[in-house]
């Protein structure tokens, strides 16, 4: 079990805790234990397919292919979407981003935006973003505890005010901001706008529903994502389980998001409580997990 020091971000908006990350110039450092003071990064390198399976190391090389965040909103968040890796290489980017959000306990009547609600075209997009009415052709919807909102590159989105989210996304910063609602900086300037980059990005596909429907069981996992860059299942525990990692080609992390318990694998025990964040090697055969707690559980 390795645990890391999160790294902590003020924004114009609010603020991200950065739990686990391989991003360049912002990765977590090992708090605890052997490894402790290594990065992310370095620690891939060391152990390699120890650490985050044979297939993983295969395609990602020294570099972890994911990034965790807990984010908390204190005022909207600009419109933004996310290219996929066939765009971020055609404009010059490493790779593009997917990611999932699972809502935490938000703020009564908190509100998050996530799709398209009606047809438009690139032309449309443009116009819209100009003339302050792109919000008018998104998906809005409020947000409570447990809510899932997958988010696949190109998908317009945005988290409002109030919202407390876990955020599993590919390790990648390259977010292209669509509208900001004419907010200025410190400076007194306006943020950049990324209209172009956005328009080639953006998903153009309206579907019926945007927020992941899922059955809310006790004492057993359910699956709420699976894609090429993660599959995330969220836990509730109430009485004590163990989970077999023997046949999994990966390292697993586990998020817990409500309540406190403890956890026990490779002869160690730690208290896992909310906001713990743990990163499970490739190597780890199997865990046994007590108390009342709910988790996410991820990996590759």
Same mark, same amino acid.
């Given at each position: 079990?390795?645990?890391?020091?999160?790294?902590?971000?003020?924004?114009?908006?609010?603020?991200?805790?950065?739990?686990?990350?391989?991003?360049?110039?912002?990765?977590?450092?090992?708090?605890?234990?052997?490894?402790?003071?290594?990065?992310?990064?370095?620690?891939?390198?060391?152990?390699?397919?120890?650490?985050?399976?044979?297939?993983?190391?295969?395609?990602?090389?020294?570099?972890?292919?994911?990034? #965790?965040?807990?984010?908390?909103?204190?005022?909207?968040?600009?419109?933004?979407?996310?290219?996929?890796?066939?765009?971020?290489? +055609?404009?010059?980017?490493?790779?593009?981003?997917?990611?999932?959000?699972?809502?935490?306990?938000?703020?009564?009547?908190?509100?998050?935006?996530?799709?398209?609600?009606?047809?438009?075209?690139?032309?449309?997009?443009?116009?819209?973003?100009?003339?302050?009415?792109?919000?008018?052709?998104?998906?809005?919807?409020?947000?409570?505890? =447990?809510?899932?909102?997958? #988010?696949?590159?190109? +998908?317009?989105?945005?988290? =409002?005010?109030?919202?407390?989210?876990?955020?599993?996304?590919?390790?990648?910063?390259?977010?292209?901001?669509?509208?900001?609602?004419?907010?200025?900086?410190?400076?007194?300037?306006?943020?950049?706008?990324?209209?172009?980059?956005?328009?080639?990005?953006?998903?153009?596909?309206?579907?019926?529903?945007?927020?992941?429907?899922?059955?809310?069981?006790?004492?057993?996992?359910?699956?709420?994502?699976?894609?090429?860059?993660?599959?995330?299942?969220?836990?509730?525990?109430?009485?004590?389980?163990?989970?077999?990692?023997?046949?999994?080609?990966?390292?697993?992390?586990?998020?817990?998001?409500? =309540?406190?318990?403890?956890?026990?694998?490779?002869?160690?025990?730690?208290?896992?409580?909310?906001?713990?964040? #743990?990163?499970?090697?490739?190597?780890?055969?199997?865990?046994?997990?007590?108390?009342?707690?709910?988790?996410?559980?991820?990996?590759?």
């Amino acid at each position: 079990m390795i645990k890391f020091e999160p790294l902590l971000k003020q924004l114009i908006w609010g603020s991200e805790s950065w739990e686990i990350s391989g991003v360049k110039d912002n990765e977590t450092i090992v708090s605890e234990g052997e490894y402790k003071g290594k990065s992310l990064n370095e620690l891939v390198h060391e152990l390699k397919a120890e650490l985050v399976g044979q297939e993983n190391y295969e395609r990602f090389g020294d570099e972890f292919p994911l990034l #965790i965040k807990f984010i908390d909103a204190h005022q909207d968040l600009s419109i933004q979407v996310h290219p996929t890796d066939e765009i971020a290489h +055609r404009q010059g980017k490493t790779r593009g981003k997917t990611e999932m959000w699972y809502a935490l306990e938000c703020e009564p009547g908190a509100q998050l935006y996530n799709g398209l609600k009606q047809q438009i075209t690139p032309e449309q997009y443009k116009q819209m973003v100009e003339n302050d009415t792109i919000t008018d052709a998104l998906a809005r919807y409020e947000v409570s505890e =447990g809510d899932v909102f997958f #988010i696949p590159a190109g +998908r317009i989105h945005a988290i =409002g005010a109030g919202c407390r989210v876990a955020e599993i996304q590919q390790t990648s910063d390259v977010t292209y901001r669509i509208y900001d609602y004419k907010r200025k900086d410190k400076n007194g300037n306006y943020r950049e706008l990324h209209t172009e980059l956005a328009a080639e990005s953006i998903d153009y596909t309206v579907l019926p529903n945007y927020r992941t429907e899922y059955e809310r069981t006790q004492n057993e996992g359910v699956q709420v994502a699976s894609c090429p860059y993660f599959t995330t299942a969220v836990y509730d525990l109430t009485e004590p389980m163990t989970l077999d990692y023997t046949e999994l080609d990966s390292f697993v992390i586990l998020i817990a998001v409500k =309540g406190e318990g403890t956890i026990k694998a490779a002869g160690q025990e730690n208290t896992f409580k909310m906001g713990d964040t #743990i990163l499970l090697p490739a190597s780890t055969a199997e865990v046994k997990i007590e108390g009342t707690v709910k988790f996410l559980e991820t990996f590759v």
